[in-house]
């Protein structure tokens, strides 16, 4: 029997084949297309979310000036691809944020011919000005998204670099109107990864000051930019800013690192506010120091004889913001300022009280980073002065332009100055002085003319006050006073006055003539060498000084000296006005800056002297920079 041929399980067999090659063939076209276009979509996706991100990394910046506080900006560096049951998906995209420059001086921003008027333009006097600044660069690295931007931000500008062509995404702020803006970058970042991270900016410098500056027709305000892009496209960007004279290519514009140029913005004459800032990124940033001085306010700039004025200044750093913490010294040539040491507040701001007793005619106060005295230079930047104007007590009475005048003629009239020695005269500390009245520079009998009398001291008593002449012309007054010192007696009337400087010396009072005792340096709470210019760490520029010192009689002046190897390399008197008082953080230049290093010290001296000359003097070794010895310390002897 035979059986007729079957072949249904072969044709089983080869459907089951043909229906998995559609289905291999089917996963293949969705790995190969449907895998890389949905990734490519995502990757592009991500780069618009990122644009978005760092655009409020430059907003976090560009609104620095004015802050206290720094913010962070979150920043997704790379992305992820969903999850797939079957499919395969390459490694994640990442990407690499760092700054761009930062760690160069040559890329820096410049401007020049800019001119402030007062004590700020000790500063801002037209001369160039550079700040070292940088960029921020995000650089993707997908796998699908081809010829993604890089993503810059730079002079206060972001914008998308492609290879034939820059897209902005947040305009310039460097200049808006009469307004210029100049916000720095500093510091170190390099963050490469296919996850977020958190971006930290924060104020080095900064404050909501503003200083005016002006440029003329001869010689307007230039700015210099370190730049990645064209004087081109800088003439486009800037196109709608009234202000800008001209957009150039910088005549230095080779003297910078690749990729950069340099152009230079050319601003029309006027007036401009600058305001300026430093911005910390990643690490390494640097502070800033104090840079300046500038008087802020007067109360008055006439004053009276014996009146108070108040002085404010501030002490600034090179980007015009305030520093606090900084010793500004004061001194004047006429009357006294109290304190002589003030310390900035937060504000930057110190306030002196300047005293006019003794004072007369125009008044110099001088005050300085450093400490004043001679050599004293009112232009230099760490240097201020402030002049006022006092009247004498005649000119603020009313008088003057009467017919008669008066003269001294007891003490003489020769260079109306009169020492006297109260130990010996008759009544030991008291002494009478005569004036006569003068008709056309001639002495006159002029009776029953009122006279006042004026002494500029609280401290010497005078009797009476205000008398009238006698038959033969004449007025006294009797003086008393009980400690050394030079003090002036006006007699006013009859639209006339004199003046007598009467000196003393040798009073009889307990702690004057007579005085042997000392007086006692209570404490030195701290005697250093340092290094304020950060020059060298082993190199002191400055010694800083904390003395308190005491004495029952009166006190007349700390005399200060640092030596090394027998030369002098810094002096300087301060003057205590006779009471006990303290010093803090009193500074002197030295010159030539000591090396403390290795074996290497210098010597301190400070001699504390009374009104009676006593003195007592005491010595310190300094052999380590940045450091304080103290008055326990073995290397510390008074005598």
Known sequence: MEFRADERAQAIQIGAVLLFAVLVIAFSLYQAFVVPNQNEQIEMDHSVEVQQQLQDLRNAIVSMPGRTSGTG????????????????NPAPPSGRLSTD????????????????????????????????????????????????PTTIYEN??????????????????????NRISLVTLNGSLSRSSSASTTVDTRPITSSDRTVLVAGNATSPITLNLTTRLSASRWTTLLEDEASVDTVTPAPNADAVPGPFTRVQVTLDPGQY????????????????????????????????????????????????NPQSGIT??????????????????????????????????????????????????????????????????????????????????????????????????????????????????????????????????????????????????????DFSADRNKTVKLWAIGGGGSDLVNVTIINTTSEGFAGDTTPPSIMNWTGVGAYDRGDTNQNSADVAEFDVGVSDDASLDRLELTVTDGGNTIGQDTVNLSGSSDQINAYEIS??????????????????????????????????????????????????
Request: glycine share 10%.
């Open 73 to 88: 900006t979150t920043i997704s560096l790379g992305t992820s691809y969903p999850a797939r049951i079957i499919a395969l």
């Open 101 to 148: 420059g930062t760690a160069d001086p040559r890329v820096n921003l410049t401007i020049t011919n800019a001119t402030a008027v007062g004590e700020t333009g000790d500063v801002w006097n037209g001369s160039t000005r550079s700040y070292n600044t940088g960029g921020i660069v995000y650089e993707p690295n997908y796998n699908r998204y081809r010829d993604p």
């Open 156 to 177: 206060s500008l972001l914008y998308n670099s492609f290879d034939n062509a820059d897209l902005t995404l947040a305009g310039q702020s460097l200049l808006s109107g």
């Open 273 to 320: 506010r600058l305001q300026m800032a430093k911005v910390g990124v990643g690490t390494g940033a640097t502070q800033e120091s104090a840079s300046y001085l500038t008087d802020v306010s007067l109360s008055d700039e006439t004053i009276t004889w014996g009146e108070n004025a108040t002085v404010v200044l501030e002490v600034r750093d090179a980007y015009n």
């Open 328 to 477: 500004v010294n004061g001194s004047a040539n006429q009357g006294s300022i109290h304190p002589s040491l003030m310390t900035s507040d937060s504000d930057g701001r110190v306030a002196f009280t300047y005293n006019s007793t003794g004072a007369n005619g125009s008044t110099d106060l001088n005050f300085s980073l450093d400490a004043t005295g001679s050599g004293f230079d009112a232009s230099t930047p760490e240097n201020g002065s402030v002049t006022v104007e006092v009247t004498s007590p005649l000119q603020s009475g009313g008088g003057g332009g009467g017919p008669f005048d008066l003269e001294w003629t007891d003490p003489g009239t020769a260079d109306y100055t009169y020492e006297f020695n109260l130990t010996e005269s008759p009544n030991a500390n008291e002494r009478t002085f005569t004036v006569q009245t003068l008709l056309e520079n001639e002495l006159a009998n002029i009776r029953d003319l009122e006279v006042d009398f004026v002494v500029d001291d609280p401290d010497v008593d005078i009797s009476p006050s205000d008398t009238f002449t006698d038959e033969g012309g004449e007025a006294t007054v």
């Open 590 to 639: 030295l010159n030539p800056a000591p090396n403390l290093s290795g074996n290497n010290q210098i010597e301190v001296t400070i001699t504390a002297v009374d009104a009676s000359g006593n003195s007592m003097t005491c010595t310190g070794i300094i052999d380590t920079i940045n450091s304080n010895i103290t008055k326990g310390d073995g290397d510390f002897q008074c005598s």
